[in-house]
């Protein structure tokens, strides 16, 4: 346990009444809880604030801290307080505001960021002396750790501050941040950690993952009445046979006509390509906003969304298009209103980021939706329902990913060495690896020791040595470098450059888009019209074009899928559980048709409709278990199907549900009846067969090999593409298939891929409810308004442009209309 610092003496109360009278000078008064985060820090607690967004959490964090660096004044220079933060932009912002009080009160002491971001000279005298105040990531702290005085560097800390803790909780990043908070804790006895959130429903296990398990974490709560407005854009008219996209164009002209380019503006999106296209129509409908206009995602350079940012704080920029880049951060300065496009698919997104609009203590927060598609509509009634109702969904701790460790291992190897036991000790003081077995974390040891059982011949991987005294090191000056090199746990899309012809960095692209473009084709990106002209080493060099797009860029990870607590929430409100509101009223269309062709869905059974079209012959099924789930389940319903009777079957999946579809007519109804389809206990099994889970597996290898040290990703500025380390991984990943089959890291790659391709526990949650006699079938005579959008979807992946698309469906309908 560590030592607590001592009682707070009479000049930390000093310290305090400055802090106060600093509050008193900007024209303030703190809040209750504000003044209880100070106290308690005085007494040496660690713990989690939580209270809405914009109700001061920063100054609450940082109030304690800097009064006791100014109760407590060292002679020699070096850090007191990290202030942790999810994303480098962020940081700036926060050095901002924390050198506005801290240059009052400490005005000796230095208030710096370290981030990928940081310049040379500023990276120079840090590594001289660091800052007393350190704004920096967890990729950044992590290299602190790595360098050979990190003991002696971190040894004066007083506190740690991490910001935004939901955001990486339950990430590699936030597993990450729980081992480099062990190390400090190490290095640091007296450290006190205090983590700061907004939306989080389980605050026991967030504010344990911050200050270690089995320690006493303090949390800060305040009553502060922050409401949360949510309301829908609602279309002119309704159509009772939706499909994905078929509102976005019309709705445009609404929101333009909403947008004031007078008053500060946030137009959130899911995608990134979202992003361009709806900065494309406003920018069409209105030219004469010229640069106040912007569009603000992470594939744009960092300058250009530097600028953007102080464009939002000094007015020269009042409407931004942006995605989750812009969910999280201080105030940009006063942003009054906030549209969200499409559904947030969850509930903690959309309060975020409302949150972001009047994001100042107290004030009433608002943001309006605008649904793609018309069951969107349905969608947004039951988040708004989830808002008021402030139903979250919780976010909690990785369980013990063996890349990150191994990552770890080398890491503090560099930074003043370990002994096993004590990096075993230290390592399972997180709720991340509290369960970690000794056999594992030595197997780890093996690996950055050695490389395991199969790379013993291979130096390259012998990164860590022990000396006499069973100190570990890193005695290699290459590795060492290679190392701090690829410090990090980002999923790394492979990506090029965009830059003009003059040089000009624009952002980043998937290489993969990249490399399928020809001369000459136009696409939208950081809001301008391009023209490809050639991809040479890792850039695309593209050249400005008045012309209109004739694609689209692309980016992975593209669509997002509905949450559990939203879709449970939707599901009630189709069954009536939840009512009224204007998106009700104007969906009635689609409730009364689906009503009428088969029934509405409800809680405790699955609804599903056979369909027979001149296509073939369909069967839809709706779990509600969001996009990823229904996708491994669609490849394992046709394989179990296929089993039974030979056949083909093309499938299509959204939030909703999934379709199935044969050309050839299918028994169905006798294979509803088998219990053998939805036997979940073969669930893996079949998910592997179905998929290929081999081959996603070997490409999420890819990540679970970077992360662990075992590829190296290139230089800065000659990053290796793609393919380059598809293939080192790819014979990595065979290599341990065929010599090595119960390697660690194989396994853990597999279980990402069902975690997060088919999201597993949701998909096993939909055979248990199909298996459980919770299965309700209709026949129906043409598609109802959820079958619709997924035969829509299928379609459209054959046809090439929106018009054919269109044409198609009008057929479709014309046919089931015609008397």
Known sequence: MPTPPPPAPAAYADALAAVEGWFDAQGWAPFDYQRAAWQAFGRGESGLIHVPTGAGKTYAAFGGPLAWLRAHPRRRAGARIVYLSPLRSVAHDVELALQRIAGALCPDARVESRTGDTSSAVRSRQ??????????????????????????????????IVDEWHALLDSKRGTQTELALAALRRLSPSLRIWALSATLPNVDTAAQAAVGPGRAATLITAPIDRPIHVSCLLPDAVDAFPWAGHLGLEMVHKVVERLDVGSATLVFTNTRNQAERWYQAIQRARPEWGARLAVHHSAIDAEERARIE?????????VVVCTTSLDLGVDFGPVERVFNIG???GVARLIQRAGRSGHRPGAACEVICVPTHALELIELRAARACVDARDVEPRAPLDAPLDVLAQHMVTRALGGGFTADALFDEVRDTVGYAGLSRAHFDWCLALVREGGATLKAYPQYHKVVADEAGVYGVPDARIARLHRMSIGTIADDPAVWVRMGNGQRLGAIEERFAARLRPGDRFMFAGRRLAFVKLKDVDCVVKPTKAQPTVAARWGGAKMAVSTHLA???LRTFAGEITGGPELAAAAPILAAQAALSRLPRPGTVLGERL???????LFLYPFEGRNAHEGLAAVLALRLGRRQPATFSTSVNDYGLELMSVDPYPFEAALADPALFDPDALVDDVMAAVNLGELSRRQFRQVARVAGLVFAGYPGKRKTLRQVQASTGLLYDVFRRWDPDNLLLHQAEREVLAQSFDHSRLAASLRALSADGLEVFDTPHPSPLAFPLMVSRINETLFSTEALADRIAAMRADWETP
């Open 127 to 160: 590594r001289r002396a660091l800052p007393e105040v350190l704004i920096t990531t967890p990729e950044s702290l992590s290299l602190l750790l790595a360098r050979a005085d990190a003991p002696a560097l971190l040894a004066g800390l007083d506190s740690v």
């Open 568 to 570: 449970s929430a939707l």
């Open 612 to 618: 027979q079209s001149r296509e073939g012959h369909h």
């Open 310 to 318: 102080r464009g939002l704080s000094d007015g020269s920029v009042t």
């Open 343 to 345: 559904s947030p698919k």
